[in-house]
T-cell receptor
Framework: AQSVTQLDSHVSVSEGTPVLLRCNYS??????LFWYVQHPNKGLQLLLK??????LVKGINGFEAEFKKSETSFHLTKPSAHMSDAAEYFC????????????FGAGTRLAVHP | NAGVMQNPRHLVRRRGQEARLRCSPM?????VYWYRQLPEEGLKFMVY????????ESGMPKERFSAEFPKEGPSILRIQQVVRGDSAAYFC????????????????FGPGTRLTVL
């Protein structure tokens, strides 16, 4: 079975400060891991993905995530938050090599203050 | 290349009516997935379809919900006799054919249909 736990439901940062959104996963298989962002009343946009290549994954808009198998974590980071980063972020797992039923975390709402 | 299209974007139904949600996948994509997002929650998988076939419907409620992806035309998610608990955002995603896993794990999401049941 696969599952994802996003450790914080809400994160608040000041503009220009680092962002850390935490995600732990559980998977019986070699997982693929993703971060998606959802802006209010919009669809989901893929930020980045890990599919068993490099453990440090760089995505769009300055975000990156590191796959740590020993910690079963895939935390999302950004060195400097921008106001436009305010959104809901979802950590997602699926099974590599199988068809693609995505398992979503509950989401982390990121607020960015001036 | 247009992205995944869903219509309508907003749908209001009264209890007992039927809701039909449409999803047109990206060009060249033959795999379609439907997800439901209840308020303040993450997305939950409902069903995975390929052209003319339902591959996995393990996330679909046993009654009132059905999905299809015909040879021609969009994928349809149909909810009969809607109840207030069906109010949610319904997202469709598509992915290209080919080998499972690898880059084909990426799903491209539509903007969603927000269903409100009065």
């Amino acid at each position: 079975a696969q599952s994802v736990t996003q450790l914080d439901s809400h994160v608040s940062v000041s503009e220009g400060t680092p962002v850390l959104l935490r995600c732990n996963y559980s998977s019986s298989y070699s997982p693929s891991l993703f971060w998606y962002v959802q802006h209010p009343n919009k669809g989901l946009q893929l930020l980045l993905k890990y599919t068993s290549a490099a453990t440090l994954v760089k995505g769009i808009n300055g975000f990156e995530a590191e796959f740590k198998k020993s910690e079963t974590s895939f935390h999302l980071t950004k060195p400097s938050a921008h106001m436009s980063d305010a959104a809901e972020y979802f950590c997602v797992v699926s099974r590599s090599g199988g068809y693609n039923k995505l398992i979503f975390g509950a989401g982390t709402r990121l607020a960015v203050h001036p | 290349n247009a992205g995944v299209m869903q219509n309508p974007r907003h749908l209001v139904r009264r209890r007992g009516q039927e809701a039909r949600l449409r999803c047109s996948p990206m060009k060249g994509h033959s795999h379609v997935y439907w997800y439901r997002q209840l308020p303040e929650e993450g997305l939950k998988f409902m069903v995975y379809l390929q052209k003319e076939n339902i591959i996995d419907e393990s996330g679909m409620p046993k009654e009132r919900f059905s999905a299809e992806f015909p040879k021609e035309g969009p994928s349809i998610l149909r909810i009969q006799q809607v109840v207030r608990g069906d109010s949610a955002a319904y997202f469709c995603a598509s992915s290209p054919p080919g080998l499972a896993g690898g880059v084909n794990n990426e799903q491209f999401f539509g903007p969603g249909t927000r269903l409100t049941v009065l």
